[in-house]
């Protein structure tokens, strides 16, 4: 009995591409999702990134008309860009907090050379 194998392979072609593009749907979903949330973050810490919101009206415009693959891009690049508006800020904070608390250990090294110089003065004077 003999095989005819192009059946087979064109039914392998098949699931092959039809699991392709359901790949790229529900990648796409999960871009959204995190696209999502990120924006929210940046909106609820006042935060405004006219690009990334672009980015994401595209993106998400792409993915209404069932362009997941293009639109799962955009939207990757619109997360990016929201990624790293959140982390730009936490930087600005760190960076803000590092100099409060080197401005306080300075004025608390102040305080301890005033402090032993006070207290130098009051052994020196209870030598006498």
Known sequence: MKHNLVPTLL???ILVV????????????????ETEIL???????GLKS???????EVG?????????????RV???????YRLLLV??????????LRDLREELKNTRDRLTTY??????IEASEDL
């Open 75 to 81: 939207m990757e690049f619109a997360c990016a860009r």
């Open 88 to 97: 730009e800020n936490e930087l600005e904070e760190s960076h803000t907090l």
């Open 116 to 121: 032993e110089k006070v207290l130098t003065q």
């Open 18 to 33: 039809g699991g392709c593009g359901a790949n790229y749907r529900l990648l796409s979903s999960r871009v959204l999702t």
């Open 50 to 56: 006219p690009v990334a919101d672009s980015l994401y």
């Open 60 to 72: 998400n415009r792409l993915l209404n008309e069932g362009k997941y693959k293009d639109g799962g």
């Open 11 to 13: 039914f392998a072609c």
């Open 39 to 45: 924006r929210e973050q940046s909106e609820m810490t």
